[in-house]
């Protein structure tokens, strides 16, 4: 199934101060006993948010409806799982903006379409800051210009060079693309000494 | 012609690569794919509502380890969530062909276990499986990585990732370890040193001559927690002890083939004078066993070091570093050795295997786990219980108050039963001291060796186990 090609994200932003938030603080592995991903959105940071008493930014009225969400270093370190940025989706993000991303995580939002875009500490700050103090005004994340617009202005961000394409071309669907291959897949496995018994 | 050196990930690489896709990533064959019961039933999903079937079901391999009790494996299982999950990865291996390792076969265990000790861990070759820890196969010499639910999908239906090739960082660890010293201390040395985001956009290549002098076993350990430094694969060059611990494997090459096999095994080694992106050495001598203080694998000290303080660190990291103490009860400044523990729990696919069950037992041999603590021994497989069994592991660990479990991943993620409870602090031997990892939101963990993890549940308290050994 062809994906739609994706230019920019625009919308409200939330914003989760913190560096290093692992995907089992993102969704604990107790809500990774299931065989569909329906459901998972609601549980998103289920246990920071009970420490946090109320007091957690995906509690946050003022951040209610946001479709990007701003992070900080290495976000979405640990477990593979791709529960984690399957809840974020389906609490309502689609995009993510942050200091650095961590690797698997990143691979697994472009699987589903959702960019990971990354800022200079100093700007990422002042976008923070900025939403924090406004959450209304709308933020901007265009894939073509790899920039973020904010009410701090228009800054440059970056993204993974082959994430960027995948999703400015829609082909973020990778099976669809790897199929395209066709019989050269197979042409690389007869070359392959051991996928034929070390003949 | 003659070619310029290159490093075993370029070797790989190339070999596996089908194509250059438009997006400037490779579309790279996976030679191996390992599935388990958590984040493949959505994979076979995706691919029953595309109308696709698997493309070579005998290059994917299945198991029970993450969700399976440890306590009893009987049948339909008593958390009947748990059950509708196995079924689920049964009926899609008998549906599309794929050989499943249950504990009926004699050889079920967590999937970074079973992989080496059948022998379908081979160096030179590509491994992919949807979970992270899957950078332990790179102590074979192969590129393995974790991968998530929709990436399971794509080598299901074309046996294929699209990849960014990653950099390389040759991390030399030199000198000799000390007694009491592991490969556990090593790797999170290492990732004290470079961080927990150092790696990210690399492959780590370990190497050196402490690497070198390093049983196939210890290596798995140190690859196995390369993705707690970022890196999401992590190797060592295939040697002599790779090719000894693969010989008469059950599904490794066997006879001639297995002859031919050494040699291609041999030539996909890095070339001397092979260029890297990043190069790092560390001083194996100079190491002292390792804990973890901390919310993340990077937070860890020497035990006979004191917890680093605040004003020490720089100012970007010091809300991190207050974050840390306050959930772990601990203070900056404080010697972490003499802290009261509460559960101990020894297995994981970072320290499971045999080996590692050795070391733990000749701590607990005689000795008596202090009352307040609950300790927990499972085993990486069925293969390394009977094997433990037959030395006689399990009396001693029970004789000293450890519960003796069946094979499972347990309480590194508490996705069975075995969880902590309230705000209980963990001496463990797994991967992850992340906030509620072990399975109480509150719950904390103190990651050390699996000897470190034995001398701790006898004392009551964390311990160096030099004192003891």
Same mark, same amino acid.
């Given at each position: 199934m062809a994906k739609e090609k994706l230019e920019r994200v625009e919308g409200r932003a939330a914003v989760l101060r913190g560096d290093d938030i692992d995907t089992d603080r993102i969704i604990p592995a107790r809500f990774l006993r299931c065989v569909t991903f329906d459901g998972l959105g609601q549980h998103a940071f289920e246990d920071d948010r009970a420490q946090a008493k109320g007091n957690h930014p995906f509690d946050d009225a003022r951040f209610a409806g946001a479709s990007i969400l701003l992070v900080g270093q290495n976000? %979405? /370190? %640990? /477990?593979?799982?791709?529960h984690a940025p399957q809840a974020l989706m389906r609490h309502g993000f689609r995009a993510f903006i942050g200091g650095s991303f961590a690797e698997i995580f990143a691979g697994n939002c472009t699987a589903l379409g959702l960019p990971c875009a990354t800022l200079a500490p100093a700007d990422l700050a002042a976008v923070m800051d900025s939403v924090d103090l406004d959450p209304r005004q709308p933020v901007v994340l265009d894939l073509r210009a790899r920039t973020v617009t904010s009410r701090v202005g228009t800054v440059a961000c970056q993204l993974a060079e082959g994430a960027r394409q995948q999703l400015l071309e829609g082909t973020w669907n990778a099976t669809v693309v790897l199929l395209e291959a066709g019989p050269a897949i197979e042409a690389t496995a007869a070359r392959l000494p051991y996928v034929n018994g070390y003949p | 012609m003659p070619t310029a050196p290159r490093s075993l990930l370029d070797k790989v690489w190339d070999a596996h690569s089908v194509r250059e896709l438009p997006s400037g990533q490779t579309q790279l064959f996976i030679g191996l794919h390992l599935i388990h019961e958590v984040t493949s039933p959505q994979a076979f999903a995706m691919l029953r509502e595309s109308g696709l079937r698997v493309r070579f079901p005998s290059r994917t391999f299945a198991t029970f380890d993450h969700i399976i009790p440890t306590d009893t494996q009987a049948r339909p299982l008593a958390d009947s969530l748990a059950e509708e999950m196995l079924v689920h990865l049964e009926r899609s291996c008998a549906e599309h062909g794929i050989r499943l390792f249950d504990p009926g076969s004699g050889k079920q265990g967590i999937v970074h276990v079973i992989g080496p000790e059948l022998g379908l861990t081979q160096p030179g070759t590509t491994i992919a499986c949807g979970d992270s820890h899957t950078s332990t196969h790179g102590a074979f010499g192969a590129v393995a990585f974790g991968i998530g639910t929709s990436q399971v999908a794509d080598v299901l239906a074309t046996q294929c990732l699209a990849l960014a090739r990653p950099k390389v960082r040759r991390i030399e660890v030199t000198g000799k370890l000390r007694a009491g010293v592991y490969a556990k201390d090593v790797i999170l040395a290492i990732i004290r040193r470079l961080g927990v985001k150092g790696g990210v956009g690399y492959a780590y290549e370990y190497a050196g001559p402490v690497i070198d002098a390093m049983t196939i076993e210890e290596r798995l350990t140190v690859c196995n927690m390369s993705i707690e430094g970022g890196a999401r694969c992590g190797y060592a060059n295939p040697d002599e002890a790779t090719f000894d611990y693969l010989r *008469? =494997? @059950?599904l490794a090459p066997q006879g001639a083939a297995f002859e031919r096999a050494v040699a291609q095994w041999r030539a996909a080694a890095s070339d001397p004078g092979a260029s890297y992106a990043d190069r790092v050495e560390l001083d194996g001598s100079a190491l002292a066993p390792a804990v973890t203080w901390g919310i993340h694998p990077g937070q860890s000290v020497g035990v006979d070091e004191k917890l680093p303080r605040l004003a020490d660190a720089p100012s970007s990291e010091r809300a991190s570093l207050a974050e840390a103490f306050e959930y772990m009860g601990l203070r900056p *400044? @404080? !010697?972490?050795?003499g802290t009261r523990i509460d559960v101990a729990f020894i297995g994981s696919?970072?320290?499971? =295997?045999i080996s590692d069950l050795r070391e733990a037992a000749r701590v607990a041999r005689g000795g008596r786990v202090a009352p307040q603590v609950k300790a927990l021994v499972v085993p990486g497989s069925q293969a390394v219980a009977r094997q433990a069994e037959q030395e006689g592991l399990p009396e001693i660990f029970r004789a000293a108050g450890f519960e003796w479990r069946k094979a499972g991943c347990s309480m590194c993620l508490a996705m069975n039963p075995d969880k902590l409870v309230g705000r209980q602090l963990c001496a463990s031997s797994s991967n992850r001291n992340f906030k509620?990892?072990?399975?109480? !939101?509150?719950g904390r963990t103190l990651l050390m060796s699996p000897a470190m993890v034995a001398a701790a549940a006898l004392r009551g308290e964390v311990t160096d186990v030099r004192d003891i050994l």
């Amino acid at each position: 199934m062809a994906k739609e090609k994706l230019e920019r994200v625009e919308g409200r932003a939330a914003v989760l101060r913190g560096d290093d938030i692992d995907t089992d603080r993102i969704i604990p592995a107790r809500f990774l006993r299931c065989v569909t991903f329906d459901g998972l959105g609601q549980h998103a940071f289920e246990d920071d948010r009970a420490q946090a008493k109320g007091n957690h930014p995906f509690d946050d009225a003022r951040f209610a409806g946001a479709s990007i969400l701003l992070v900080g270093q290495n976000f %979405g /370190s %640990g /477990s593979s799982r791709e529960h984690a940025p399957q809840a974020l989706m389906r609490h309502g993000f689609r995009a993510f903006i942050g200091g650095s991303f961590a690797e698997i995580f990143a691979g697994n939002c472009t699987a589903l379409g959702l960019p990971c875009a990354t800022l200079a500490p100093a700007d990422l700050a002042a976008v923070m800051d900025s939403v924090d103090l406004d959450p209304r005004q709308p933020v901007v994340l265009d894939l073509r210009a790899r920039t973020v617009t904010s009410r701090v202005g228009t800054v440059a961000c970056q993204l993974a060079e082959g994430a960027r394409q995948q999703l400015l071309e829609g082909t973020w669907n990778a099976t669809v693309v790897l199929l395209e291959a066709g019989p050269a897949i197979e042409a690389t496995a007869a070359r392959l000494p051991y996928v034929n018994g070390y003949p | 012609m003659p070619t310029a050196p290159r490093s075993l990930l370029d070797k790989v690489w190339d070999a596996h690569s089908v194509r250059e896709l438009p997006s400037g990533q490779t579309q790279l064959f996976i030679g191996l794919h390992l599935i388990h019961e958590v984040t493949s039933p959505q994979a076979f999903a995706m691919l029953r509502e595309s109308g696709l079937r698997v493309r070579f079901p005998s290059r994917t391999f299945a198991t029970f380890d993450h969700i399976i009790p440890t306590d009893t494996q009987a049948r339909p299982l008593a958390d009947s969530l748990a059950e509708e999950m196995l079924v689920h990865l049964e009926r899609s291996c008998a549906e599309h062909g794929i050989r499943l390792f249950d504990p009926g076969s004699g050889k079920q265990g967590i999937v970074h276990v079973i992989g080496p000790e059948l022998g379908l861990t081979q160096p030179g070759t590509t491994i992919a499986c949807g979970d992270s820890h899957t950078s332990t196969h790179g102590a074979f010499g192969a590129v393995a990585f974790g991968i998530g639910t929709s990436q399971v999908a794509d080598v299901l239906a074309t046996q294929c990732l699209a990849l960014a090739r990653p950099k390389v960082r040759r991390i030399e660890v030199t000198g000799k370890l000390r007694a009491g010293v592991y490969a556990k201390d090593v790797i999170l040395a290492i990732i004290r040193r470079l961080g927990v985001k150092g790696g990210v956009g690399y492959a780590y290549e370990y190497a050196g001559p402490v690497i070198d002098a390093m049983t196939i076993e210890e290596r798995l350990t140190v690859c196995n927690m390369s993705i707690e430094g970022g890196a999401r694969c992590g190797y060592a060059n295939p040697d002599e002890a790779t090719f000894d611990y693969l010989r *008469g =494997r @059950e599904l490794a090459p066997q006879g001639a083939a297995f002859e031919r096999a050494v040699a291609q095994w041999r030539a996909a080694a890095s070339d001397p004078g092979a260029s890297y992106a990043d190069r790092v050495e560390l001083d194996g001598s100079a190491l002292a066993p390792a804990v973890t203080w901390g919310i993340h694998p990077g937070q860890s000290v020497g035990v006979d070091e004191k917890l680093p303080r605040l004003a020490d660190a720089p100012s970007s990291e010091r809300a991190s570093l207050a974050e840390a103490f306050e959930y772990m009860g601990l203070r900056p *400044g @404080e !010697p972490l050795a003499g802290t009261r523990i509460d559960v101990a729990f020894i297995g994981s696919c970072t320290n499971g =295997r045999i080996s590692d069950l050795r070391e733990a037992a000749r701590v607990a041999r005689g000795g008596r786990v202090a009352p307040q603590v609950k300790a927990l021994v499972v085993p990486g497989s069925q293969a390394v219980a009977r094997q433990a069994e037959q030395e006689g592991l399990p009396e001693i660990f029970r004789a000293a108050g450890f519960e003796w479990r069946k094979a499972g991943c347990s309480m590194c993620l508490a996705m069975n039963p075995d969880k902590l409870v309230g705000r209980q602090l963990c001496a463990s031997s797994s991967n992850r001291n992340f906030k509620g990892r072990q399975g109480s !939101p509150t719950g904390r963990t103190l990651l050390m060796s699996p000897a470190m993890v034995a001398a701790a549940a006898l004392r009551g308290e964390v311990t160096d186990v030099r004192d003891i050994l």
